[in-house]
Structures are given as C-alpha cells and as structure tokens.
C-alpha cells in the first residue's frame, strides 16, 4: 500500500521560512517524477514544483522560482520543499504527489499524478 505522510505545516511570518517533507512508503520515489501541489480557499490545485526521477532536475511555477527548492533523499525515500521568503500569497494547503510513468521534471496537472499525501497548512501571516 502506497503511503505519502507530510509533515506538519504551520504559521510563518511573511518573509520567513519553512521546510515541508514528504515519506514515502510502499513505493519508491526515485522511479518518477514526484512533485507540490498548493491550493488556496476558493482557488484550484496547482503545481508548485516537480522533480526528475533520474537526473534530480526541477521545474518552478514562476510564482515561486527563486524563492522555493524541491529535493530528495533517496535514502529516506523522502521528498522535500524548501520555503524561503515566504509571502501571504504562498498561504495554502500544500500536497505531495507521485506519479506511475512520468520521469521528467516538466508542468503537470493534477491528474497526471496517482498518489497524493493528506496535505498540510501552511499559512503566511503576520
């Protein structure tokens, strides 16, 4: 059975930062593509960041290029995202997901991944 467990959100201050993880059991993450999902209150799910199963490539939304890092552990078969200067408008429940054939890092909608994590707040206030 295939599990993805977030860690816990939380309450930063605009300009702050903060580091979300994602472990994965019952599946290998390395195999594809895994990728962050946000969803704000009343807005759709969308990508915030996606990375290769081979190489480690990454691909940005423009809203967070710059500010955000995706990596993983493979050791730990763990992913992670990397939160710096963090703004009101990144306030949103953030999703790990996985996909089962994708292997590269490219822009992805939402049904193109086939596991999700329970998702975890983030909120960006002062």
């Known amino acids: 059975q295939v599990q993805l467990v977030e860690s816990e959100g939380g309450l930063v201050q605009p300009g702050g930062s903060l580091r979300l993880s994602c472990a994965a059991s019952?599946?290998?993450?390395?195999?594809?593509?895994s990728g962050w999902f946000r969803q704000a209150p009343g807005k759709e799910r969308e990508e915030v960041s996606c990375?290769?199963?081979?190489?480690?490539?990454?691909y940005y939304a423009d809203s967070v290029k710059g500010r955000f890092t995706i990596s993983r552990d493979n050791a730990k078969n763990t992913v992670y995202l990397q939160m710096n200067s963090l703004k009101p408008e990144d306030t949103a429940v953030y999703y790990c997901?996985?996909?089962?054939?994708?292997?590269?890092?490219?822009?992805?909608?939402?049904?193109?991944?086939?596991?999700w994590g329970q998702g975890t707040q983030v909120t960006v206030s002062s």
């Open positions: 990375i290769s199963s081979s190489d480690g490539s990454s």
């Open positions: 997901a996985t996909t089962l054939g994708i292997t590269t890092a490219r822009p992805l909608g939402v049904l193109e991944f086939d596991y």
């Open positions: 019952g599946f290998t993450l390395d195999y594809y593509a």
